[in-house]
């Protein structure tokens, strides 16, 4: 199911890019475009001991990108997400600041990868009580893709933790999130 799913989109992808060029750096037609997002995650830590399990959790937000041409924009937002472990939840505000690049298929369908830093501020969860000292301030590195249809949006990231989720331990928060989206 995967593979076809990947043969697919490959096919509808190089139908679309045999149209036109790679990097169109005409003026966006609209500066800035805000949206609402919303999905799963599936969070993680590195250098946990084995039988620690990953947990899942969800993210939603606002979205602003700032189309600079065509095919680059800054994308941006503001995001409640959770992270952690099965037993060791963090929720965080996110502040995420990728770099854009689009591919237009057709006036209404867009290939989007994305890559750029981002800052977590931590708010709730098992990871900042007071016995497990948790650092509320985070950041790290996002890479992901998108796909907008019409004003709908579906999407894919994978965030590295940068800095250590503890001040006596080595774990960062690394997560896979999937997502829903749309723009107004």
Request: proline share 2%; glycine share 12%.
């Amino acid at each position: 199911m995967k593979k076809l799913f990947l043969a697919v989109f490959a096919a509808v992808c190089a139908l679309g890019v045999s149209a036109q060029t790679l990097w169109d750096g005409e003026s966006a037609e609209k500066q800035f475009t805000l949206g609402v997002r919303a999905g799963l995650n599936i969070a993680k830590m590195t250098d946990m001991p084995s039988g620690v399990d990953s947990r899942t959790s969800f993210h939603a937000g606002l979205s602003a990108d700032w189309n600079i041409v065509n095919s680059f924009s800054v994308n941006s937002g503001i995001f409640y997400t959770g992270k952690g472990v099965k037993d060791g939840s963090a929720e965080f505000i996110e502040i995420p600041v990728y770099a854009s690049y689009r591919l237009n298929f057709a006036e209404a369908s867009q290939l989007q990868v994305n890559f750029g830093p981002y800052l977590d501020f931590g708010i709730a969860g098992d990871a900042f009580k007071d016995e497990v000292d948790g650092k509320r301030f985070q950041m790290g590195l996002g890479v992901g893709a998108g796909y907008t249809f019409h004003k709908f949006l579906v999407g894919i990231q994978y965030q590295f933790g940068l800095t250590k989720a503890f001040d006596n331990a080595d774990p960062k928060y690394n997560n896979l999130a999937i997502s829903l989206g749309y723009n107004f």
